[in-house]
């Protein structure tokens, strides 16, 4: 195991079955998780969420195969890099909501900051943005992705007034197809933030000069056309050139 060496006993197995019920069945956006239409959260992020509370930091999918083992595979499904809980006793489906707070909250990763500020917030990973009811919630989503990122501000019901659509996870998250940047607040852009994200100007590498009896070989379509009409001109026969000529005068 990968995680700590000691499997799970008897107690163990039946805290972790009774809490990943909870989870990933009954408030999964409490954890800042958001399930897809089959209910499948990418195990990944279910390990980086499980692992903030202090009783279950060690632990690792070894731990979760055990789950299976120990007569748990009616409950938990684990198929490829994702997993679900198979009879969720919450209602995982996002609906359309206009009861929105003033202010919605997502972090982002320090070099994101920018150009989220100047083109606004649009998915990264899957068809939703992903939005906290609270800055420490957005926070700790945040730090998933980056150890020190960045709070966004969003003024949720003005975008509402906007008629921008607002799905609901519970409560606590909140999902979203794109935002623009008037409807967002976040630090101020820094003078060296602006000049990281500047393009480069693209400098010609420098021509060294030519050694003594060398040069240059020149593959313009002009010179290729040129060496192309002299081959044919040196392959015509003898006659053919002479008849040219006869027509010529």
């Known amino acids: 195991m990968s995680c700590r060496e000691k499997a799970l006993n008897k107690k163990e197995i039946q805290r972790l079955a009774k809490f990943l019920a909870y989870v990933l069945g009954v408030r999964p956006d409490e954890f800042g998780l958001v399930p897809d239409p089959d209910g499948f959260v990418p195990l990944k992020e279910l390990l980086q969420a499980v692992r903030e509370e202090e009783e279950w930091r060690f632990l690792g999918q070894a731990h979760l195969n055990e789950?299976?083992?120990?007569?748990f595979r009616e409950e938990l499904e684990i198929l490829g890099d994702s997993l679900r809980w198979r009879r969720p006793k919450g209602d995982l489906t996002p609906?359309?909501?206009v009861e929105l707070p003033q202010r919605l909250y997502c972090a982002v990763r320090p070099r994101a900051h920018p150009v989220v500020l100047e083109k606004g917030l649009k998915p990264f990973k899957g068809p939703w943005v992903v939005l906290a009811r609270t800055q420490e919630l957005a926070l700790r989503m945040g730090r998933r992705k980056d150890p020190n990122p960045v709070l966004i501000q969003v003024k949720a019901k003005e975008a509402a007034r906007r008629n921008i659509r607002f799905f609901a996870t519970q409560g606590e998250l909140?999902?979203?197809?794109e935002l623009p940047a008037d409807l967002l607040e976040g630090p101020q852009v820094t003078q060296k933030q602006r000049e990281r994200l500047a393009p480069k100007p693209s400098n010609p590498k420098p021509t060294e000069p030519l050694s003594p009896g060398s040069f240059y070989l020149d593959f313009t379509q002009q010179a290729?056309?040129?060496k192309q009409a002299s081959r044919r001109k040196d392959k015509d026969p003898a006659w053919k050139r002479e008849r040219r000529r006869g027509r010529k005068e």
């Open 67 to 71: 789950l299976l083992h120990a007569g």
């Open 95 to 97: 609906r359309p909501t």
């Open 174 to 177: 909140f999902l979203v197809e």
């Open 224 to 226: 290729v056309g040129a």
